[in-house]
């Protein structure tokens, strides 16, 4: 090649050099990925700038020998690059556990509609009736009418694992009767986004009785609200006694990690003692009616003060007439008369007499039971209940 043409074609070279001498880079992960998007772009460039330059140089160098004297040029030659060797590894197949890193976290916010519309598998009932089912659930919307598994509260979202996606929490419950049985349940997808249960926070059993409510917070926390009975079949709502317990998961299930463990002796509730003498009956009038005169004597064992001692038992069958029961103030409790009458203190105890009538036809004897009755005119239970109450057997 004579002088002109290493001139021309050098420069073609320099320039072409200066041009995609950027476009190498380093080996490592970012450049494999990059090398992997700009491959097929640097082809069909390479490919492009080898037709320009088949074309380009020979015209060029025929242009400059034509305005200068010599010999007749040479026929032109295709110069074609020889692409250099890359320094990046060639990409690799990822294998099955890195491309399932790479994924996104499944996400486990359930709505309520979608809740309603799945098919779900939950934690088994203890002792439930053979419709509270587990297995392929479709939940009902409360409120609870028949003994199958609803819905009650929630959804709350809250991230449980530490993965970095919200999971849901709802509180279901299934009737046995009067009562129901509950279970908070944390709920998420898998990776084919079909809604599972991720596990049972907490579930009524013996000894906690119900689960009213619930609330999640911020660290993966769930809150309970928990009784040790649950108001139903003659129980009053005021009276279980309810605790807030929080849980966690632990990378394999619930665990129980702050509040309460256990409801020991109710705190609001005393041991009232009765005991009865001086059963004295007389003799029946024109009527059949006897009158029944008996004393008895209450103490307050503790530990808690007794705001009004109550009175009940025969106004099933019986009249009261006077003494004591003349200063009564009757309150219904619970399709019940109860005749209400002085404070008790722990530790103090009250002697009464009360004198009533009494039917001679009457199929069993006359009984009297003293409550606890509160400020609220509410009915409390006692601590040992078979000492409440006196049968006048004398009484026939």
């Not at 995609?20 to 069909?44: E, I, L, Q």
């Amino acid at each position: 090649m004579t002088e002109p043409e290493d001139i021309l074609v050098g420069g073609e070279f320099a320039e072409f050099r200066a041009a995609y001498t950027p476009v190498v880079h380093p080996a490592g992960t970012a450049a494999v990925r990059r090398t992997v998007r700009r491959r097929r772009r640097r082809t069909a460039v390479v490919t492009a700038t080898s037709v320009v330059l088949a074309v380009v140089v020979p015209v060029g160098a025929n242009a400059a020998l034509d305005r200068r004297p010599g010999p007749p040029p040479t026929p032109a030659q295709t110069v074609t690059p020889t692409p250099s060797e890359s320094t990046s590894p060639p990409p690799s197949t990822p294998s099955p556990s890195a491309a399932a890193s790479t994924r996104g976290v499944p996400d486990g916010r359930i709505t309520r509609s979608q809740l309603l519309a799945a098919r779900l598998d939950l934690v088994s009932w203890p002792d439930a009736p053979e419709t509270c089912v587990s297995d392929d659930v479709r939940l009902r919307a409360g409120p609870q009418d028949d003994s199958v598994p609803t819905l009650l509260a929630g959804p709350e979202y809250v991230d449980l694992d530490g993965d970095g996606a919200a999971e849901t929490v709802v509180l279901v419950a299934c009737r046995y009767g009067e009562a129901s049985g509950k279970q908070v349940l944390a709920l998420d997808r898998d990776d084919d986004g079909r809604v599972i249960t991720m596990g049972r926070v907490v579930g009524t059993r013996a000894g906690m009785g119900d689960i009213t409510e619930f609330s999640v917070r911020d660290g993966g926390e769930i809150r309970a609200h928990v009784a040790d009975v649950q108001p139903c079949c003659g129980t009053p709502e005021w009276a279980p006694q309810r605790q807030w317990r929080t849980y966690s998961w632990n990378g394999e299930r619930f665990r129980q990690v702050d509040g309460p463990t256990r409801f020991g002796t109710d705190p609001r509730l005393t041991d009232l003692t009765m005991t009865a003498r001086d059963d004295v009956a007389g003799p029946p009038d024109k009527k059949g009616i006897r009158k029944v005169t008996v004393t008895v004597t209450v103490v307050n064992r503790g530990p808690v003060s007794v705001r009004m001692l109550g009175f009940t038992g025969w106004y099933g069958y019986t009249v009261p007439t006077d003494s004591a029961l003349d200063r009564c103030r009757n309150v219904r409790l619970d399709g019940d008369i109860a005749c209400v009458l002085d404070t008790l203190s722990a530790g103090a105890s009250r002697t009464y007499t009360f004198t009533f009538d009494h039917p001679v036809t009457a199929d069993e004897p006359p009984t009297l039971r003293v409550i606890h009755v509160d400020s609220q005119q509410r009915y409390w239970n006692d601590l040992n209940r078979e000492d409440n109450e006196v049968e006048l057997t004398s009484v026939g």
